[in-house]
């Protein structure tokens, strides 16, 4: 089996089959279903959807810090030699901050108001018992030097609120990559920004990942984000991977209909003459009924009657993507659907 | 944050002065010579005219303000109608008592209820924190004279397990600890609940915040995330009601120290105005107020110290 | 973020939550009321707290009213030959050293209780109710004057208060009633202040004052009516401090003066001979706390249901 073993030796981190209900007043809602994606090493990979699509609940099931009122219904995440899904509490957190790291979505309040910057990263590091504390805090100066914060020196032993946004995140960044993580994960890193530093703090992920050799994922609903940054893309909607692969196969030759929607809804690319914003007619389904067929059969253009009734397959093609609909495979595949590529290259917005 | 403690120390000088000014005043809105109903029926001639003169009866009344504050201020608040000692010696020797108890039954009403409300909070709808809700309610309601009487009669009378009045014996450690144990427990009962409940619904809104998420997300350790990050957001609001709530820890300690006849402030205060020896109610009752005071002014303070948004706006 | 937060928490995208079709009939209002109060109404009835308030509290006012039927002997009639006897059939709670009988005369007691409470909770409220809206609705330096006045009085110690205060007039009842009307007042005033605020730049104000509505008028037709609720929760939570302060006080001797009986003189007496009829204080001491906790009880029930927000603040 080499092939296993190279895709072994590639995959950092492997979702397979990843199932999460979350227990409301409403009854069971079936958040996610059935994920399965792999993140290459060494790579920026994104996950996009559409608020609700579940993207956010991905990354915290891979932390293991789901809301109290979710629960894993199978599936398995696969870090290493572990299994995060079914790892023990002490497991996680010796994983969490040291191997897998977070860069909030929010800089203003996901950091406590009331501690330094400087006490917060060593807090981070109080996994080594060896590493002195004055070391501790060279490494923390070091790594806000490398963010692109002047004078790390003297801001570390100032708080977040003496930061601006655009810097919290900055600051945000470097206690996420001050343990030298295998893995970063980054929920919609910079939605709380404004264009300009939007760009920085892209760039600057893009600077760091390569100069630290660090495997980074991104969670957003930007588009341009998506194509600026990433190598590989996953599409979700209403709890399911959709589409999966690399970003510009997927930007220049999106399977799902989904996807091609989606991308034609893309802000960037609408042209000025029109000044009418495309959308997708409908609304996401309500996840709390049971579900048959393609999740994406009552909002789509492409509907046919089996859609409605049976749950289309994953396409795998090549090495690492995979779409998941009738059109692509079976009594259904449409080859012309297939080679169409109707869409102009993504220009990138950030 | 000088500016702010000026601020603060002003206005608690205007409440300190407003108290006396009540005190002279009633003495004034009350038919009759204010000499003898200061010093009351018992109070010989002699001594009547003795306290005209030291307190300046002849001068308007603004003017014998004046003359107290004025004094106060450099310690002297008059001299005791019965023995003639300074008023200021007196209360020097008994605030001691009541310090320690205030201390006491305040400490160990944080020791227990600030955890208590933690663990509600981590854990809600636990039986920890049933068991903590029920706790909270039965101990706020239930009066706090009433711990000490019956406290007195459970294990002093009854079971003689603990001493029943007194301070115990001066310069014998023990014996004091032993005299402090049931009044402190008696005025620190109903607090368990005060501060388990308060620190509770604070903890319980610090948790769901984005930065705990974020504690977790870096796989501090739970005892780092609850104690280190989420109290020390959750206090701030404790420690405003604590400074609040002093008054009542002091009205609380008078009983404490009556029934136990305790020799504090509470009691002398109690005590004097049984006698109807003025001048040891107005020193005492100013004494009071500055304590009070003075521990509001502390709880402002600590949180500045815990929280540098405060800090910096000050 | 919201969206994303509602996402992570509960799994659903955000909904509507002002779902009302376009067009609601009158009727419709008023039996979507008539539901919300059925649906309130069960909610307290399956609330073993406020049913237990309820309960204590209706035994308190029964009590109370009809002392004069239920109790068994005259509360003043001396029986020395039967003094200090302990709970018999004839004496159900014992007999104090007057030989007068205990369980009679914390019925009578009862009494006086529910006199100090319906006073000074009614006196108090409306007082705090007018101070409340003017603060609210008056100018910024009035409002903080008086909030500073409030925070002031709030947390002063009232026993010192009131200790002080009784140095000078002497025991009485009216003393009582003032200290517990002035303690108390803030803490309705606070509520109306809130509460004026709120709805001072609410649309249909602004727009009934830019119709030339009076201040008065405002605030009679708009601002009362909401206001209400709210402070009748808070009277049944300050039923219990009333009740206390005025036990409290007596048993110091300083309040209720003997014979005449109060929950607080029997108190009084009976930590006089704790040693030798403890039954005194326990039955002194027990209807107090019934009373306390009833309307405790019964008061957060009512805020839970009707209130859930209030509950923060205290």
Known sequence: ?350 | ?314 | MSENRSESETGVPAVDATGLPDHVTEAEIRESAARERREKLRMFLTNWQGLTGLILVTVFFASAIFAPWLAPYDPNALDVPARLSGPTLDHLAGTDQLGRDTLSRILYGGRVALYIAAIGVSVSLVTGLILGMIAGFGPRWLDSLLLLLFDTVRSFPTIVLALATVALTGPSLTVVLAIVIITSIPQYARVARTATLTLRNTDFILAERSLGAGMARTLLHHVMPNVVGPLLILAAMEVPVVVTVEAGLSFLGLGVTPPTASWGTILNEGYLVIRDAPWMVIAGGIPLILTTLGFTFLGEALRDIFDPRMGKGR
């Open chain 1, 1 to 350: 089996m080499p092939k296993d073993a190279q895709h072994a030796r590639e995959t950092l981190l492997d979702v397979r089959n990843l199932s999460v209900d979350f227990r409301t007043p409403r009854g069971r809602v079936k958040a996610l279903r059935d994920i399965t994606f792999p993140i290459r090493r060494n790579r920026i990979v994104g996950i996009v959807g559409e608020s609700g699509s579940g993207k956010s609940t991905v990354l915290w099931a891979l932390l293991g810090l789901l809301a109290k009122n979710a629960e894993v219904m199978g599936g398995e995440v696969r870090f290493g030699d572990r299994d995060l899904l079914h790892a023990s509490e002490t497991q996680l957190r010796a994983t969490r901050g040291e191997e897998i790291s977070v860069v909030f979505q929010d800089p203003m309040t996901s950091q406590i108001p009331v501690l330094t910057y400087g006490r917060q990263m060593l807090d981070i590091l109080y996994r080594r018992p060896d590493v002195s504390a004055s070391e501790k805090r060279r490494m923390a100066v070091e790594m806000l030097g490398k963010v692109g914060i002047p004078d790390p020196d003297k801001r570390i032993d100032q708080y977040p609120h003496h930061f601006s946004g655009g810097m919290r995140q900055r600051a945000g960044i470097a206690m996420a990559l001050l343990t030298g993580p295998k893995l970063l994960l980054a929920d919609e890193p910079t939605t709380a920004l404004d264009v300009t530093m939007e760009a920085q703090i892209i760039h600057l992920l893009q600077d760091l990942q390569k100069e630290l050799d660090a495997t980074v994922v991104v969670v957003s609903h930007n588009l341009g984000l998506i194509a600026e940054l990433c190598d590989d893309v996953v599409v979700m909607y209403a709890g399911e991977v959709i589409e999966a692969g690399d970003v510009r196969e997927i930007f220049h030759n999106a399977q799902h209909p989904y996807t091609r929607a989606l991308l034609e809804c893309d802000p960037a690319r609408i042209d000025d003459v029109s000044r009418k914003l495309p959308v997708i007619p409908g609304d996401i389904p309500d996840l709390t009924r049971a579900l048959s067929g393609c999740i994406y059969a009552p909002r789509c253009q492409r509907a046919m009657p089996v859609c409605r009734t049976e749950t289309p397959p994953d396409v795998r093609r090549g090495e690492m993507s995979q779409a998941r609909c009738h059109l692509l495979e079976g009594p259904h595949h449409d080859p012309v659907w297939m080679s169409a590529s109707r869409l102009p290259p993504a220009k990138p917005s950030g």
């Open chain 2, 1 to 314: 944050m000088l500016y702010y403690l000026a601020k603060r120390l002003g206005l608690s000088t205007v409440v300190v002065c407003l108290v006396v000014l009540v005190l002279f005043s009633l003495l004034y809105f009350i038919p009759g010579d204010p000499a003898t109903i200061a010093l009351g029926p018992r109070a010989t001639e002699e001594a009547i005219a003795r306290y005209a003169e030291k307190m300046h009866l002849d001068e308007p009344v603004w003017r014998q303000f004046l003359i107290y504050i004025g004094n106060a201020l450099t310690g002297d608040l008059g001299l005791d109608v019965f023995s003639d000692r300074p008023v200021t010696a007196i209360i020097m020797e008994r605030i001691g008592f009541t310090l320690a108890l205030v201390g006491a039954g305040m400490g160990w009403a944080m020791l227990l209820g600030i955890p208590l409300g933690c663990l509600a909070a981590v854990k809600p709808n636990s039986w920890i924190d049933r068991i903590t809700g029920v706790l909270s309610v039965g101990t706020i309601a239930v009066p706090s004279f009433l711990v000490s009487i019956w406290a007195l009669l459970i294990f002093a009378v009854h079971l003689r397990w603990l001493p029943a009045i007194g301070a115990g014996e001066p310069g014998q450690l023990g014996d004091q600890l032993s005299h402090l144990v049931l009044p402190a427990f008696a005025i620190g009962l109903s607090w368990v609940g005060y501060l388990a409940r308060m620190v509770r619904a604070s903890m319980l809104e610090v948790m769901g915040e984005n930065y705990i998420r974020s504690a977790r997300a870096f796989g501090l350790h739970p005892r780092r995330v609850v104690f280190g990050y989420a109290l020390r957001v959750a206090i701030l609001p404790t420690i405003t009601l604590i400074g609040m709530g002093f008054g009542g820890m002091i009205s609380s300690t008078v009983f404490a120290e009556i029934i136990f006849a305790r020799p504090g402030i509470g009691k002398l205060i109690f005590d004097s105005v049984m006698a109807r020896n003025f001048p040891i109610v107005q020193g005492a009752v100013l004494v009071a107020t500055g304590l009070y005071i003075l521990v509001v002014l502390f709880s402002d303070i600590l949180i500045a110290w815990f929280d540098p948004r405060v800090r910096e706006s000050l």
